[in-house]
């Protein structure tokens, strides 16, 4: 009972048809596809900060809390060993929250990202769209959290009589070169997740690690030692941090190594998860 | 001649047997390079002599790997409604998330025009703490609409889904056809080119039911491509032009859809599970044989022939007050009839032992269609087991048969007269007519 359909076989092959066929595994990712589905990388990320804070009383007051409590609780800490980790001409509640503030931007996205492929299984079963619009997605609903930070961060400043200066301007940099360590480490991570399920334990762990080893509550200035600042430098959240506390507060200087490193290794991150990501993306569907 | 929307050429798909997913854990991949670093120069060698072979030859019958889908090719032309038919894993739903590109063929190509919306499930991505508004972006925007084509249609699929009192109200709080009603609502308002559908239209209330069958009808006519799989075979007929039939992951048919229907209920009817069989226990009594005894030889039963229903029982011990039933049910899933006999009707099952239970229908009135058997006994249910169709083959009448029409027939007699119009007594000249007369002349 082979019958095969004869009946089109007088039809020409049309041009216009778009072809698919098992991918090459290695391949760039495909711009122009994840620009059409944009709105659903925006729908996406408000799902998650809408759901965040549905059924809660303080609602987005808890992307407060989190970072102030962090903030007493090593303030504290600090005050009870009598010495700070920063540098004596700032106010040690500012640095930590500069810190702060860009650490959660980061932990957050990290954490969330690399779970968007599990946690989003229902949708990757079921429909079509790049994969990379979960990941996206997750990053971009942390940003509503970190602009209350950034109040928060604000208010401490004016407080504490530490004003910004030209600096300032450079903020969006250091956010986007946050954004992107986040995502560089969240596609690798969210693919690995997918494929295998141990990755969902190593996260919480990197990320307890990697607050220790970030300037979040210390300034690299004040705590690491000269000579050990050129491999500190391989951490490339270390000059994101340290960037942003200096574009906030306009103390300090630039910190030309940290971000000199940082650049290319997050290039290589980047490009070499994007290439991953894609590579086992056609295989989510069916391992998922 | 229209152009083909969907062209599939030798597409195949293999799994792996066991796991959908080879590798669970990160140890045992490390484990597996670890393997694969000693036997890979030989398996390079290997397979340098014999060419180029995809790991785990899938060639090999005795490998672990099989083939949801094998070469299969087929068209479809724009404007054009292909249902696609099978039996649990025929390869349908694979099909489907090849075409919607959910996952990759493992070899072969398709080529599609224009945009393709799939919906595989109702509500795919619907959250339970949003809003019905809220869910309606969500939701339009996973099926592939931007946001301002879901704004744009945005109170025409609240009209549709009747929900507009609940639209600020959080999903969680709706009933299921709510539910229903606005997952479809959206999914109806796709404007894609190419629309995928698998089994959606198997759910919700009729009435509602009828709305989505009568806009996909509308979808189609607006020269939009429709690619439907569906159990509901009488959805099938109605909505599908041309029909392919799925086996093993093979091709088997493509034809007209009445062509295809045949064939499959034909070769559904060949199969072995037409019958229920299972083994004795020891400990407590159970069905171990049910069979409907149909008028024509694979399950077949022409309509208004006896129908003869079997079931064996063993009982390991005498039963008191036992209770046997069934239920015919369609192919939408709704029992149409139920039959029953209780000890208490007549003594039955009250030794140790093994007993046949045999119920006669002298003239069934199960309108055409398929159908399987509840079987309750005990606490026990057995479902969906013994597959039959009936068949209106044998009664033609003037009009052909429309599946659906009615879930029965029913014997009815019918009296016409002429009413002379100078007096409202006359029953002069009055005809008889019986719908069993009209259906047994042929």
Not at chain 1, 80 to 87: D, I, Q, S
Not at chain 1, 149 to 157: I, Q, T
Not at chain 2, 139 to 166: C, P, Q, S, W, Y
Not at chain 2, 193 to 222: H, N, T, W, Y
Request: hydrophobic content about 45%; charged content about 20%; aromatic content about 10%.
């Amino acid at each position: 009972m082979e019958a095969r359909p004869t009946v089109h076989a007088a039809i020409p092959p049309s041009a216009d048809l778009v072809w698919y066929s098992a991918r090459r595994p290695w391949a760039v990712i495909d711009l122009t596809d994840l620009w059409r589905y944009r709105d659903l990388v925006a729908i996406l990320a408000l799902r998650d900060v809408k759901v965040r804070y549905r059924q809660t009383i303080i609602g987005i007051a808890w992307a407060l809390i989190q970072p102030l409590a962090q903030l007493v609780i090593f303030a504290v800490l600090f005050g009870l060993l009598g010495r700070t980790p920063v540098e004596p001409s700032m106010p040690f509640v500012v640095s930590a929250m500069c810190g702060l503030v860009v650490w959660q931007l980061f932990s957050q996205s990290v954490s969330g990202a690399s779970q968007s492929l599990v946690a989003n299984t229902n949708l990757v079963t079921k429909v079509y769209f790049p994969r990379l619009v979960l990941p996206l997605a997750a990053v971009l609903g942390v940003l509503v959290d970190f602009a209350v930070g950034m109040a928060l961060l604000a208010v401490l400043m004016l407080s504490f009589g530490v004003l910004p200066t030209v600096a300032i301007i450079t903020v969006p940099f250091f956010v986007l070169l946050t954004l992107l360590v986040a995502l560089a480490i969240a596609i690798w991570l969210s693919a690995l997740s997918a494929l295998y399920r141990d990755f969902q334990y190593v996260v919480p762990f990197l990320l307890q690690v990697a607050f220790f080893v970030s300037p979040v509550i210390y300034q690299t200035s004040a705590l690491i030692p000269a000579t050990w600042r050129p491999l500190y430098a391989l951490n490339p959240l270390a000059g994101a941090i340290d960037g942003f506390r200096w574009a906030m507060s306009g103390q300090g200087h630039f910190p030309w190594l940290t971000v000199g490193v940082s650049i290319p290794l997050l290039a290589l991150a980047l490009s070499t998860g994007l290439l991953y990501f894609r590579r086992v993306e056609r295989t989510f569907a069916d391992r998922i | 001649m229209t152009r083909p929307a969907v062209r599939v050429e030798s597409l195949s798909k293999c799994y792996r047997i066991g796991s959908r997913e080879p590798y669970h854990r990160f140890s045992e991949l490390l484990l597996r390079w670890g393997r694969r670093a000693i036997i890979a120069p030989r398996e390079w060698m290997h397979r340098a002599r014999l060419g180029a072979v995809p790991n785990g030859n899938p060639h090999d019958p005795a490998s672990n790997h099989f083939w949801a889908l094998k070469d299969v090719s087929f068209e479809v032309h724009e404007g054009e409604v292909l249902g696609i038919v099978g039996r649990n894993g025929a390869g349908k739903s694979t099909l489907l998330k090849i075409l919607a590109r959910i996952t990759e063929p493992t070899a072969g190509r398709f080529g599609l025009r224009g945009r393709v919306a799939s919906l595989l499930e109702v509500g795919t991505g619907f959250h339970p703490e949003l809003t019905g508004r809220d869910n309606i972006y969500l939701n339009g925007a996973v099926l592939g609409m931007t946001r301002k084509e879901i704004h744009r249609k945005f109170d025409e699929i609240v009209a549709f889904a009747e929900t507009e009192r609940f639209l600020e109200t959080p999903v969680k709080h709706y009933s299921s056809g709510m539910h229903m009603r606005l997952a479809f609502a959206v999914a109806a308002h796709l404007e894609p080119e190419i629309l995928i559908v698998d089994e959606v239209l198997a759910v919700g209330d009729p009435e509602f039911q009828k709305k989505c069958i009568g806009r996909m009808g509308e979808v189609a006519r607006s020269g939009r491509t429709v690619l439907l799989v569906s159990h509901d075979l009488n959805s099938i007929a109605t909505l599908a032009d041309r029909c392919i039939l799925l086996h093993a992951g093979k091709l088997l048919s493509a034809d007209n859809t009445a062509t295809v229907l045949n064939t499959y209920a034909e070769s559904l009817h060949r199969s072995e599970d037409t019958v229920y069989e299972d083994a004795k226990s020891q400990n407590s009594p159970k069905v171990i044989f049910a069979a409907v005894e149909t008028s024509s030889p694979g399950n077949l039963h022409l309509y208004g022939r006896p129908l003869r229903v079997r079931l064996e029982i063993a009982t390991p011990r005498a039963l008191a007050n036992a209770r046997v039933s069934f239920q015919f049910v369609n192919a939408r899933g709704t029992p149409v009839a139920h039959l029953w006999t209780f000890d208490s009707d007549r003594p039955m099952l009250r030794s140790a032992g093994h007993h046949r239970l045999v119920c006669t229908i002298d003239s069934p009135r199960l309108y055409m269609g398929r159908y399987t058997l509840n079987v309750y006994f005990g606490e026990t249910v057995l479902r969906d087991i013994c597959p039959f169709e009936v068949s209106m083959r044998e009664m033609p009448r003037e009009l052909p048969w429309q599946p659906d029409t009615c879930a029965y027939l029913e014997d009815a007699s019918w009296e016409i007269h002429d009413v002379p119009t100078d007096s409202l007594e006359g029953a002069h000249g009055s005809k008889h007519y019986y719908n069993e007369a009209i259906i047994t002349t042929k």
